[in-house]
């Protein structure tokens, strides 16, 4: 099971940008499928990106060509980088880890691990 924790977060006026961090520990950190996600109040969950064990990032289309995420394997840590936020995405950001195996048609996953969360907010 891993243990994830993120930082980072903070207020950023409209345009601005924000580094997230998820230092993880316990589990298999080299080959994880990890993902990022974000929850606005009175919102469902949603998923923002991903990254699967060959290293493929995946994002959701809203986020993309804003928003960068990495990975350092030494460090065993997983950054979101992100620029000209929006206020609609001030919401709590998690960092998730999770079950993975290989099926013939790709990866499977179910995200089991998650943070306790940091804060992202956007002013307008």
């Known amino acids: 099971q891993a243990r994830l924790v993120e930082s980072g977060g903070g207020s950023v006026q409209a345009g601005g940008s924000l580094r997230l961090t998820c230092s993880a520990s316990?589990?298999?950190?080299?080959?994880?499928?990890m993902g990022w996600f974000r929850q606005a109040p009175g919102k469902e969950r949603e998923g923002v990106a991903s990254?699967?064990?060959?290293?493929?990032?995946s994002y959701r289309d809203a986020v993309k060509g804003r928003f960068t995420l990495s990975k350092d394997i030494a460090k065993r840590t997983l950054y979101l980088q992100m620029s000209s936020l929006k206020h609609e995405e001030t919401a709590m950001y998690y960092c998730?880890?999770?079950?993975?195996?290989?099926?013939?048609?790709?990866?499977?996953?179910?995200?089991?691990?998650w943070g306790q969360g940091t804060q992202v907010t956007v002013s307008s």
């Open positions: 990254i699967d064990p060959d290293g493929n990032t």
């Open positions: 998730s880890a999770a079950r993975w195996w290989y099926e013939s048609c790709g990866y499977e996953f179910d995200y089991a691990d």
């Open positions: 316990g589990g298999s950190y080299s080959r994880s499928f």
